[in-house]
């Protein structure tokens, strides 16, 4: 079965792609901001990048992002999710096209990359947004787990998973001197992050801008079916040749085996008693020497619990038996 078309994303689409079909999108589509002749501005040295970048003119962009992101709604089947990676030039008409549409936002992602264009008239610009979206009509796919577990700690004592999750991603791009490459390429480590947190085994990605087909490669690698269009024939065919190397799953073992979380009843509801505990024993730690914050620690493994949730139950009974004494008082008077 044929799944990489050396044509336009919007009618190769329209002839290829049926309705409701894929899991996940993640694409990269042309800045329309003279992307192929950028490196006479950036003094970049593109010896070794693949000729026959297709940018789209400015005017153009705002019908072009229309079209192509409204195919990219028919295909995706509900509940799933797209991530479209775009700089600030023309992100307007990315999000005018995407607010005609019924997807619906989820994050608006920023990503920090390690090196801005030097500018000494205004602020260097060194940032990508994502835009991650989804499809209303079915269940959505978001692993919360995919990289840490609940209860997995920075070595300041903070959420490991919480930090991940953040919107603001703090990713290097990749150096590849010397090697053949497309004009622009996503890193490893990004297309991990959205594949992983959003899809599971076997599910089918699309990149409607395959470039490097960095998108296709990794979801392979990650145990993943892949699809998309690269209208570029000389990035076409090199990439062909490159994809079907790539070994399916081969990337799995890099991943670390996230531990079963401790905070086994989290988002679980709390029956009287168990509140009525957690009051007992954290008064019981408190008049042993346990300081506040290890005293919540302590209990916040005993129930399976965060720690913030433990630390909200405590202010919410100490509140409740504050108005019970306070009442008690005004009552006798």
């Given amino acids: 079965m044929k799944m990489y078309y050396n044509e ?9 792609i049926a309705d409701n079909s894929i899991d996940l999108i993640i694409t990269d589509p042309p800045y329309g901001i ?8 950036y003094n970049r040295n593109e010896n070794n ?27 995706l089947k509900p509940g799933g999710s797209i991530y479209i990676v775009s700089g600030y ?16 936002e989820k994050n608006h992602i920023i990503w920090k990359y390690n090196f801005g264009v030097y500018t000494s008239k205004k602020y260097i610009s060194s940032h990508y947004h994502i835009l991650y979206y989804t499809k209303k009509g079915g269940k959505e796919i978001f692993n919360t787990n995919a990289f840490y577990a609940d209860s997995d700690k920075t070595e300041t004592g903070q959420s490991q998973n919480y930090k991940d999750r953040e919107d603001v991603w703090i990713i290097n791009k990749e150096y590849k001197p010397g090697q053949i490459k497309n004009k622009n390429e996503l890193p490893k480590t990004l297309l991990k992050k959205m594949i992983l947190y959003s899809s599971n085994p076997n599910d089918l990605i699309c990149d409607f801008f395959l470039g490097s087909f960095s998108t296709a490669k990794i979801s392979i690698g990650l145990g993943r079916m892949a699809c998309g269009f690269e209208i570029n024939k000389n990035a076409y065919d ?34 009287d008693t168990e509140i009525d505990q957690i009051v007992l024993d954290f008064n019981s730690l408190i008049k042993k020497g346990f300081t506040k914050k290890d ?4 209990i916040s493994e005993k129930f399976g619990r965060g720690y913030w949730s433990i630390l909200n139950i405590l202010k919410k009974e100490k509140s409740i038996i504050d108005y019970k004494m306070e009442k008690t008082l005004w009552d006798a008077q």
Avoid: M
Wanted: one cysteine or more; a positive charge; hydrophobic letters at 30%.
């Fill in 49 to 75: 990048v693949i000729d026959g970048y297709v940018e789209i003119s400015e005017k153009d962009y705002p019908d072009f992002s229309k079209k192509w992101i409204k195919e990219a709604e028919r295909v």
């Fill in 238 to 271: 090199y990439q062909i040749e490159q994809i079907s190397k790539i070994q399916f799953g081969e990337y799995l073992s890099e991943q670390k085996i996230v531990p079963k979380s401790k905070l086994f009843n989290q988002r679980k509801s709390l029956l």
């Fill in 34 to 41: 003279n992307g192929d002749k950028l490196d006479k501005h």
């Fill in 8 to 16: 336009d994303c919007i009618e190769g689409a329209r002839k290829y």
């Fill in 89 to 104: 030039s023309n992100l307007r008409h990315i999000l005018n096209a995407l607010s005609e549409t019924r997807l619906q």
């Fill in 295 to 298: 005293a919540i620690n302590n």
